[in-house]
């Protein structure tokens, strides 16, 4: 058996199927055939080569007439590799021979023939090792791709699959949770990357930042994957199995003890009322919000609607998601503008090549929004119009100056205007907040309080902008720390910035659906949580058995304790309070 760790997301455990989907980097099978399929083996060997001699022929045909000699000789030479008896017939003799898998007959000589290349001394004819790599890798992808096409298996249904990739955007996130996904493992990823935020409201165990993970695994290993921990194991007894089938059904009895706090208000012991609502990424989750009892939607992250195709939504298909959501639900709707940028491209990046060195730090959120009026206007118009059918709210994402935020309330203004000229009805008193997530704003949280009607601390970023650490990058996400003294620090102006201007704030990042960190964000005043629903009830659990009058005094201190370690034991100490006192569910 082999255990693995990465950073685990979802806190649920999930068995199921491999499915590897980052074939490049997948191990060159190694088998026997039988004699009776010898024959067939070697013509599946042949077609894969000149199924890879086309292809090098259709490439050198594209090749423009301008472009340096170089480059058709390069293919030149590539062809002709492919008639090279070494790599053309001896891995036939081989499976005849040995009656070895054509990937594995093609793998052996080609080995032969890269440490003939490495032992030359002439420079030159050394350096053609990396020609032989590349054909033979070109046939190898042929060879393996006819087996089972990677592409093809995003497109069937996935239930009962494990996917293992390199990795996934936000946008295969959405398409995989389409096709009934059971879990994810990527290589890359931290755990607030959105593709780990959409896993967790879509439910999906996964586990990311396991590296090298498509190395480990192949299509088919019945793998345990366990979002809590972070661990993947392959090759399980049946002791394991069993232990895993039985967290899974624990699983469901807590989920099932938990649902008893569905109707339950979410009041500390000391009588203080706590709103709790759901973030959500695409329409289809307001279901879930009836289950888990949330109050309303502090976050809808409407770019997800503008993913996984190639033109964005124009006015009347973005009205109508927004009022079947405003229609499903009760309490205030939160739409947040567009925040594409980033990690969060319409395709995951793929389309447009221009890589950008520092994407966090370019044109996204109202940034972009405001170069591109194009896409801000219609969703305005969109979310105004929708505002007839709820209590919708508008938030504007990423702000981190004040004349950004004037220009975006003279926009709001200005379609205002246009709709009541046009006779178009619309609710003229929406709130207009916004999302304090860059630390500049966080700093002059008054200034923007004096001018919003709430704000919605963005902890996600705030915590990546004020440690400089990229919450995509795996290698750095140790250094991702909601304790650390200036991130509590931040916190604590804007929820008094918000009081002092007598608006509400609430906290829509990961750590307003972390448990450890309620009674904390309870004690520096926050009222107003915002998470994935999944989470809900576990936090009202938390509120109900918290004193927050007594929290109060004891998160001053923790505001002032200069020494990391002994604040970490402070929050522990907050958290363990009570814990025999109060019975967790009714
Ligand atoms: C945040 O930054 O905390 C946030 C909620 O927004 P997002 O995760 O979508 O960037
Ligand atoms: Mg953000």
Same mark, same amino acid.
């Given at each position: 058996? =082999?255990?693995?760790?990465?950073?685990?997301?979802?806190?649920?455990?999930?068995?199921?199927?491999?499915?590897?989907?980052?074939?490049?980097?997948?191990?060159?099978?190694?088998?026997?055939?039988?004699? @009776?399929?010898?024959?067939?083996?070697?013509?599946?060997?042949?077609?894969?080569?000149?199924?890879?001699?086309?292809?090098?022929?259709?490439?050198?045909?594209?090749?423009?007439?301008?472009?340096?000699?170089?480059?058709?000789?390069?293919?030149?030479?590539?062809?002709?590799?492919?008639?090279?008896?070494?790599?053309?017939?001896?891995?036939?003799?081989?499976?005849?021979?040995?009656?070895?898998?054509?990937?594995?007959?093609?793998?052996?000589?080609?080995?032969?023939?890269?440490?003939?290349?490495?032992?030359?001394?002439?420079?030159?004819?050394?350096?053609?090792?990396? %020609?032989?790599?590349?054909?033979?890798?070109?046939?190898?992808?042929?060879?393996?791709?006819?087996?089972?096409?990677?592409?093809?298996?995003?497109?069937?249904?996935?239930?009962?699959?494990?996917?293992?990739?390199?990795?996934?955007?936000?946008? %295969?996130?959405?398409?995989?949770?389409?096709?009934?996904?059971?879990?994810?493992?990527?290589?890359?990823?931290?755990?607030?990357?959105?593709?780990?935020?959409?896993?967790?409201?879509?439910? /999906?165990?996964?586990?990311?930042?396991?590296?090298?993970?498509?190395?480990?695994?192949?299509?088919?290993?019945?793998?345990?994957?366990?979002?809590?921990?972070?661990?993947?194991?392959?090759?399980? %007894?049946?002791?394991?199995?069993?232990?895993?089938?039985?967290?899974?059904?624990?699983?469901?009895?807590?989920?099932?003890?938990?649902?008893?706090?569905?109707?339950?208000?979410?009041?500390?012991?000391?009588?203080?009322?706590?709103?709790?609502?759901?973030?959500?990424?695409?329409?289809?989750? !307001?279901?879930?919000?009836?289950?888990?009892?949330?109050?309303?939607?502090? =976050?809808?992250?409407?770019?997800?609607?503008?993913?996984?195709?190639?033109?964005?939504?124009?006015?009347?298909?973005?009205?109508?998601?927004?009022?079947?959501?405003? @229609?499903?639900? !009760?309490?205030?709707?939160?739409?947040?503008?567009?925040?594409?940028?980033?990690?969060?491209?319409?395709?995951?990046?793929?389309?447009?090549?221009?890589?950008?060195?520092?994407?966090?730090?370019?044109?996204?959120?109202?940034?972009?929004?405001?170069?591109?009026?194009?896409?801000?206007?219609?969703?305005?118009?969109?979310?105004?119009?929708?505002?007839?059918?709820?209590?919708?709210?508008?938030?504007?994402?990423?702000?981190?100056?004040?004349?950004?935020?004037?220009?975006?309330?003279?926009?709001?203004?200005?379609?205002?205007?246009?709709?009541?000229?046009?006779?178009?009805?619309?609710?003229?008193?929406?709130?207009?907040?916004?999302?304090?997530?860059?630390?500049?704003?966080?700093?002059?949280?008054?200034?923007?309080? #004096?001018?919003?009607?709430? =704000?919605?601390?963005?902890?996600?970023?705030?915590?990546?902008?004020?440690?400089?650490?990229?919450? /995509?990058?795996?290698?750095? #996400?140790?250094?991702? %720390?909601?304790?650390?003294?200036?991130?509590?620090?931040?916190?604590?102006?804007?929820?008094?910035?918000?009081?002092?201007?007598?608006?509400?704030?609430?906290?829509?990042?990961?750590?307003?659906?972390?448990?450890?960190?309620?009674? =904390?964000?309870?004690?520096?005043?926050?009222?107003?949580?915002?998470?994935?629903?999944?989470?809900?009830?576990?936090?009202?659990?938390?509120?109900?058995?918290?004193?927050?009058?007594?929290?109060?005094?004891? !998160?001053?201190?923790?505001?002032?304790?200069?020494?990391?370690?002994?604040?970490?034991?402070?929050?522990?100490?907050?958290?363990?309070?009570?814990?025999?006192?109060?019975?967790?569910?009714?």
């Amino acid at each position: 058996m =082999l255990a693995l760790t990465g950073t685990g997301i979802g806190r649920r455990v999930a068995i199921g199927k491999a499915m590897v989907l980052d074939r490049s980097r997948q191990e060159i099978p190694k088998y026997e055939v039988s004699q @009776d399929q010898v024959h067939s083996e070697i013509k599946r060997f042949q077609s894969a080569l000149a199924r890879t001699r086309a292809e090098l022929r259709r490439i050198q045909e594209e090749i423009p007439d301008h472009a340096p000699h170089e480059a058709n000789a390069f293919i030149d030479v590539h062809l002709l590799m492919l008639q090279d008896p070494v790599i053309a017939e001896q891995p036939v003799r081989a499976m005849e021979e040995h009656s070895y898998n054509a990937e594995w007959a093609l793998k052996t000589q080609a080995d032969t023939l890269v440490e003939f290349f490495r032992n030359i001394e002439d420079p030159y004819l050394r350096s053609k090792k990396d %020609d032989v790599h590349q054909v033979v890798n070109r046939i190898l992808e042929e060879l393996m791709i006819e087996n089972d096409p990677p592409a093809a298996a995003l497109d069937g249904n996935l239930a009962g699959r494990v996917v293992i990739a390199n990795d996934l955007t936000p946008a %295969d996130a959405v398409t995989l949770h389409h096709r009934g996904i059971t879990a994810f493992v990527t290589s890359l990823g931290g755990p607030i990357s959105h593709t780990a935020i959409l896993a967790r409201s879509l439910g /999906i165990p996964a586990v990311v930042g396991l590296h090298h993970a498509v190395q480990y695994f192949h299509n088919g290993d019945l793998l345990a994957v366990d979002g809590q921990t972070g661990t993947v194991l392959v090759g399980l %007894d049946q002791t394991l199995l069993t232990e895993f089938q039985q967290r899974q059904s624990n699983q469901a009895k807590r989920e099932q003890q938990l649902s008893a706090l569905r109707n339950e208000p979410a009041i500390t012991c000391d009588g203080y009322t706590v709103n709790l609502l759901a973030n959500i990424e695409l329409p289809e989750e !307001t279901d879930t919000l009836e289950r888990f009892g949330a109050n309303g939607v502090g =976050l809808y992250r409407t770019e997800f609607l503008f993913m996984n195709r190639t033109e964005p939504p124009d006015e009347a298909e973005q009205y109508e998601a927004y009022r079947d959501v405003l @229609d499903a639900l !009760t309490g205030p709707i939160t739409i947040r503008t567009l925040d594409l940028g980033a990690d969060k491209q319409v395709d995951g990046g793929r389309a447009d090549g221009a890589t950008k060195i520092n994407p966090a730090l370019g044109l996204r959120a109202i940034r972009l929004c405001l170069s591109e009026p194009t896409l801000f206007r219609p969703q305005l118009r969109a979310i105004l119009r929708a505002s007839m059918n709820g209590r919708a709210r508008i938030m504007i994402p990423m702000l981190s100056s004040l004349s950004e935020l004037e220009q975006a309330l003279e926009i709001v203004r200005e379609v205002k205007h246009d709709l009541a000229r046009e006779g178009i009805e619309f609710d003229s008193k929406v709130p207009v907040g916004g999302m304090i997530e860059v630390p500049a704003a966080a700093i002059a949280a008054d200034l923007f309080a #004096n001018r919003l009607d709430f =704000l919605s601390i963005g902890t996600n970023d705030l915590i990546q902008y004020t440690l400089a650490i990229d919450r /995509i990058d795996d290698e750095v #996400n140790y250094l991702y %720390d909601p304790l650390h003294p200036s991130i509590l620090r931040l916190i604590n102006n804007v929820i008094c910035a918000g009081r002092e201007a007598g608006i509400p704030v609430s906290l829509c990042g990961e750590m307003a659906g972390d448990p450890d960190y309620t009674r =904390l964000l309870l004690g520096l005043g926050l009222v107003e949580f915002s998470m994935e629903p999944t989470r809900l009830l576990e936090i009202k659990e938390r509120v109900r058995t918290s004193e927050r009058e007594k929290l109060m005094g004891q !998160t001053q201190q923790i505001l002032e304790c200069a020494d990391p370690a002994q604040l970490r034991m402070m929050v522990d100490q907050l958290n363990r309070d009570g814990e025999q006192k109060y019975e967790l569910v009714p």
